[in-house]
């Protein structure tokens, strides 16, 4: 019997998910135990969806090199005190970035902890860090590089959970869990339904891709039934090396003087040998 493939391409990541629904899953498959929708099952869910989207968003948008930063809230705690306070901040940071980087692309997200500490984290093409400072007069900025090789999903993770840390301060959601800048790239996935008896326990070796063994998950979905999933990065190929004609001459030169020096090496040898007989 089938299962469900979902696979996406984005940047250097290739994604894939196998799993089974209330429609298509091997003959006398039930439900695990427990596997009724409830609150909290659909929270993680939803939770495991927002994040999935993010690091795909993350993974087709930016590469190592661009910045991942975070900004402090603190030269205006009174002003700002709500998520909605911080989001007006950011708007207006945003603002004053676009007129001097039309293009920029950015993910962010704000993170308001129940002692009051606000901070915004967010993942931006590369930019000089002064430009930054000078389009942001709230707090501290602390920035660092990417430099994961494609695979952003941990960022994502850290995201969607500082979200939900604003969410559970707050006491609901509110805006969205997470910005980002109109000219991002969506990631295109792709579905198709397998006729197989079922999905292999261990993802396959694929040439030219390594497997990243942290995204190797599986588990049951929200309507309870088994799920698999796991990524890829595409390895580097390494570019052809020429070697200069200038190079290979000298090759050639060290080659020819080694083969020379073992033949006059072996007359003297053998003229030696001649003369002890005499």
């Not at 603190?74 to 940071?93: G, I, L, Y």
């Not at 326990?201 to 030219?208: C, I, N, R, T």
């Not at 090396?241 to 060290?254: A, G």
Request: charged share 35%; hydrophobic share 30%.
């Amino acid at each position: 019997m089938p299962y469900i493939e979902e696979v996406c391409v984005t940047g250097k990541v290739e994604e894939h998910i196998k799993y089974y629904s209330w429609y298509i899953h091997p003959p006398g498959a039930k439900r695990e135990k427990g596997s009724l929708p409830s609150e909290e099952r659909i929270k993680k869910a939803n939770q495991r969806q927002a994040e999935k989207k993010l690091r795909r968003l993350l993974n087709n948008n930016f590469k190592d090199g661009d910045l991942l930063i975070r900004l402090d809230f603190f030269k205006d705690k009174d002003k700002v005190q709500t998520s909605a306070d911080m989001q007006q901040c950011m708007a207006n940071f945003i603002k004053r970035l676009r007129r001097r980087t039309p293009d920029v692309k950015y993910v962010y997200v704000k993170e308001l902890g129940k002692r009051g500490a606000k901070h915004a984290h967010m993942v931006i093409s590369k930019l000089p860090l002064s430009l930054i400072s000078e389009c942001w007069d709230h707090g501290g900025i602390h920035a660092d590089p990417l430099y994961s090789g494609g695979q952003y999903g941990r960022i994502a993770a850290y995201f969607i959970k500082y979200a939900g840390k604003t969410e559970e301060t707050e006491g609901k959601l509110i805006g969205k869990r997470w910005y980002g800048s109109r000219n991002l790239d969506k990631p295109i996935v792709k579905k198709r339904i397998v006729m197989s008896g079922s999905f292999r326990k261990e993802p396959p070796q694929k040439d030219g891709w390594a497997l990243d063994k942290e995204s190797v998950t599986r588990g049951v979905t929200s309507a309870g039934y088994e799920y698999m999933s796991y990524s890829y990065i595409r390895l580097t190929p390494e570019e052809p090396k020429e070697i200069p004609e200038e190079q290979n001459i000298y090759e050639r030169l060290k080659s020819y003087v080694r083969r020379r020096f073992s033949v006059d090496k072996f007359i003297s040898f053998f003229n030696r040998k001649k003369s002890e007989k005499h």
